[in-house]
């Protein structure tokens, strides 16, 4: 059983930055496959970013240009640095231990985002 605690959530404005942190619990970080996916009100959830055990990631369409995630193994953290925030940003975001095929196999509680004037 892997626990994961997000934060850094908030309000935000359009065009303003926010960095989420995912603190995972026990020692098998480094071995895992970790991601961001996100679910607004109405709308199906979208994994945002996922990085591999050896650094590569990928990004939704969406996303991509404006979030980098990032991993530190030595504090069981992913990090989830979000610039040039859009009101469509706005959502709850999860951080997800992925299997080898990228499907979610522990998740966090959540941390809400809002992108707002």
């Known amino acids: 059983q892997v626990q994961l605690v997000e934060s850094g959530g908030g309000l935000v404005q359009p065009g303003g930055s926010l960095r989420l942190s995912c603190v995972a619990s026990?020692?098998?970080?480094?071995?895992?496959?970790m991601g961001w996916y996100r679910q607004a009100p109405g709308k199906q959830g979208e994994l945002v970013a996922h990085?591999?055990?050896?650094?590569?990631?990928d990004y939704a369409d969406s996303v991509k240009v404006r979030f980098t995630i990032s991993r530190d193994n030595a504090k069981n953290t992913v990090y989830l640095q979000m610039n040039s925030l859009k009101p469509e940003d706005t959502a709850v975001y999860y951080c997800?231990?992925?299997?080898?095929?990228?499907?979610?196999?522990?998740w966090g509680q959540g941390t809400q985002v809002t992108v707002s004037s």
């Open positions: 990085i591999t055990t050896g650094g590569s990631t």
């Open positions: 026990g020692s098998g970080f480094s071995q895992y496959i």
């Open positions: 997800s231990v992925l299997s080898s095929t990228y499907r979610p196999s522990y």
